[in-house]
């Protein structure tokens, strides 16, 4: 890509430089920005709400707080857009009870901004950083805050001066994500008419139909992403992590009866905002205009799209469970360096993939087929590229970081005694691994392939431009009548895909909280949490 | 040992077809054999039977990997009696036109549909692309098509006969199905007005006009039609001043302009005539609709700006007969009648009348200009949108 | 004026009572040693001074610079405003600052230069000198362990807790560990409160000892004081004193029969003879009655010491282990009689005679002053 990105045509590359580009970068930093500000103190803030405060149905808000993540983000932008928009039915309803009769009028914020982007994007994807700093917060040594309590801290000051620079590696991965999904995530931010670099490589790409110069915009993005990973992982090299099982009891600020209301309504609004309120207007939608001839016809998608997740989630794992082991067996830094590359797929865009899997994989499919007609053998066609293998392997790419996350945190917490023990008990590698890793790794691998399956369930480019004939999953067909204004056909898909969403992160955090010792739900993407620490004694 | 494991599966999925796909039932198992309880347990019989407790392990991983591989061939079996689209249009707008098709010719329809990436995947795709018949909704499409070299010229006399020359392609590459005017849609406020495409840049409707992002194809092309007429400095200035009297950026769709329009919010937007008659006929957006003129500009002139949706046949097409079939059903005047009446376009043939709700609206002028020449300004339109910053 | 007192303090967390009816007073720069076995309530009571832990009854009363504060269940203080440092178990570094920054985190309020001068001259004390900007995770146990020491002692507290200090430092080092803290928080004039379930770091670490049981204090005093009186039978047992001998009291005729084990301590010879069986014969007591004299299960202490070895008379004891130690060969005997409620199965002595497994003996318990309690 950096190749081609040196030999692109510089004539594009400086029109855009003179007329949009310098905007679109702005607009991209600030919208990483935004988001990346906003996920965390929606996230920081719920997380230390629930963990630490004695808040107002917490039991409910603690899973609640994680829906949002079922919720495909370009479903939600189109509901927001919809609903705050000046012809939306708030500002309608405003305007006639106010009698105001032009914009002028009044003030509204513009759904369609930048912010409202921000906002948007931010709902749907703060779940992680609550996620993973809800379990940093909850896996905190307490001797660490009463230490911290002791050295004359008020439970405030120790929020902000020990319980999140602790949770910081939590925070960091969690930021991380949120970054890429952004910058990854074209289809959303249209719909605020926000136009990013993202904007800029699809549009060098098919409107100027220069893939290189695309390549080059799609370089830059990348190794914006890195740096800022980089950056991050850097400044928190020195430390370690001490993670402690010890989890006496809690001890909780107590809130005054106020301060738990508007605790409380705090994270309500999280929760009815990314979840609640655009789940209802889904289900209004449902009940306004489906049919049972709808859901029937929705059937084969929705066989296709858990055909397609299993795949994808069972692969993504296998890999991730390679890397992993191969990660943990030979303790050599550089080594942890597959792991961290098939990470970065997840800032990818979607098209972009797909285009690298079809550049990929088209060249392969012709070689097979010259073999094949050398060899006097019916041509097989494009068995590669033109089936669901190159739309599995584009998803697993996308989706590797999540699985990596998942499993090597599952493996860290297998204590690096155990990859010795069986060797004493006589047992060969092979077998130790399978008897001791594999199944202490269960419920990792179990939390693994359970997300890679909701977010293969959700994604839509990749599927949209790599999926073979007569293959409708029901993002497409979401998409199909999103692009025309019609997502109240839609509706009914859009719900499907949620509530496919919704069961494995219900279940993943009922079990998390079972066994308080796994993180797998947390661990998204821990891949990046980069060198081994070094272990106490 | 996983690595083995890979290696071994990639290997068996070499084998036949039928063997993998009857390993399929198994599925569970290896999920029943992760899930094995305690460590404890397990190592307490590690060394009694550590042979056979191994292999299931093995097995289970490499069943898993084969049935993900083994699904691939599922989709790569295309019986010879069909024809292959990849389309830019939503497939339930062409889809009744589909079905008929395959009703009088017994000639299955297998359709993609994506909006980007396209052209590209069928230029990765090369001489084994299985596609035989591409549907566009926009002339750029078909000629970044025939640019890339990804179609074939053919014969038809049918198609040559149906198809007035303008709307089809000198070097016989592609043809359009129908036309679609882009016009300007004002408030009924502003009573019976005439307006001409450079009247958006009159300073008299500061603040009064909306439209979709500039870069959306039926603006670039309007935009490449201007520039053919006026040149490109012209047209700049023309587009500096468009954006200056915008109520809003650029956003939404043709639909929601009218919406605005409905809310007051501007008085004027670009939309292609379909769009007029299909929220007519939608119990919600009728209100919008009906809040609006529908002009057909530049009636006094050059005459309105046109765009077509189209057909090309690709150039590795493997079921080209199919392909013809398809094409010049497609241009039949049954066909053509059941398109327009669904779609609210004008029908590419002169002897089909358009719906009547579209007729309804009158004869119009349309502009002459060559659909090649609006194509060939294409790259300028984006540049001069991206000057003039339009859609920021 | 003691500097801490504490006056009936009870604890209860979710319904089950944790401490209750604590009574300790611990004067300024006393070093007293918590003992009791796990789950007694030491490190809750450790939590409860620090101000982690609310108490539902009594008062803890602390006298600093002559300023005296009641803290009860309806005014509490703030862990933070109690001037109270903590060395946890597991030192509780924070992980994310250096050493010299954990050991400035509690004086983070006063002047850079103060700062540096408090941690120049702790990182000395302590032998922290060169590590000041590693991190935790970079040091030793020990090394560790004075950070911890450096970082609660930077605010100067008036009280330091310590929760098993020494728990997680090597046997070897262990001792010279206490040896060097001790001698430390004697120089700074520190008070202490230490929790342990190690009898020995009591000796050689504290001034004075608690023993807990089930959420009570059993008994304080010194050292020596409570292993020579122990005040009853479970802080005997928890110090390991001896071993249990059962007896039942007898009646006054008794006495005068033959095989008599007469215990007898000239100082005590006033006293009121009272006598007991036991499987080993009857056991006479001269010693000032203590408390528990009747009863339904009635144990006498026997250390090791006070076992010898008879040549004659009757067979009272089989031998069921032997080990060798450096004091002579170590015995564990049982009664002869297994079923009686007087059957004893864990008395030892220690001998120079080597006898074999399985045979049977005759054992006396020398004059000592009688411990009896009350096991019930």
Redesign the interface.
Known sequence: MLISALTSTSDLFLHLWQSVLPHYLLNTVLLAVYVVSLTLVFGVISAGLIVHTNIMGKKILRWLLILPLAMPAYIVAYLYTDLFDYAGPVQRALRSMFNWQSPQDYWFFDIRSLFGAACVISLVLFPYVYLLTRTAFEQQNQNLLRAGRLLGLSPKQNFIKLILPLARPALGISASLVLMETLADFATVQYFAVNTLTTAIYDTWLGYGDLPSANALASVLMLFIFAVVFVEQKARAAQSQQKSMINNQQQVIILSAGQQFSASCCCWFLAIAGFLLPFSLLLVMVFEYSTSAQFFSLLDSALNSLELALYVATIAVLIALVLVLFQRLSRDISKNLPIQISSFGYAIPGTVLAMAMLATFGPVDHSINDIAIYLQLPEPGLILSGTIFALAIALVTRFAAIANGAVSSGMKQIPANLDLAPASLGVNLKTSLAKVHLPLLKSSILGAWLLVFVETMKELPAVLLLRPFNFETLSTQVYQLISDEMLEQGALGAILIVLFGLFPIIWLNSSNAKTDKTTHTSSIANAFSSKKRPQRN | MLKQTYLLGLKIFTTEKAEVLRTEPKIIKPLCRIEEPSVLQRSSVVNNDEKTKETPLYFSLLLLTIISFSALWSFNSFASDEVNVYSYRQPFLVKPLFEQFTQQTAIKVNVIFAKKGMAERLAREGKYSPADVLLTTDISRLIELQDKKLLQAFESAIIKKAVPSQYRAQNEQWFALTTRVRNIYSAKRLGDIELDYLDLADEKYRGRICTRSGKHPYNVALVAAIISEYGESKTLAWLKKFKANLARKPQGNDRSQVQAIHQNLCDISLGNSYYFGKMLKDDKQKVWAEGVNINFPNQANRGAHVNISGMALAKYAPNKANAQKLMEFLVSKPAQQLYAEINMEYPVRTDVKPSALVASWGNFKADTLPLETIAKHRKTALKLLDKAQFDL | MPLISLNNLSVT?QKNTILSAINLTLAAGDILGLVGPSGCGKTTLL?TI???IAQNQGSIQLNHFGEKRTINAEHGI???Q?N???I???Y?L???LTVAKNIC??I??QTNSAQKAQLNTLLKLLKLDDLADR????LS?GQQQRVAIA??L??K?ALLLLDEPFSNIDARLRNDLMIELRSLLKTLKITAIFVTHNKNEVFSFGDKIAVMAEGKILQTGVPAEVCQQPNCWQVADFLQLGAWLPITALSEEALSEEGLVISDFSEHRQTTVSSYHSALGPIKNTLTSPKVLSGNKLVLLVKPQHISLRSQGEKNARVEHVAITEQGYHYQLSSLETKNELAFSTLSFYSDELLSLGENISITVEPTPLLIFNQE
């Open positions: 967390l939590n620090a101000g982690f703030p862990p933070e109690r109270i440092g903590m946890f178990q597991d509780a924070f992980p994310h985190f509690g983070a309020k991190y935790p995770h970079q146990g970082r609660a930077a605010p507290p």
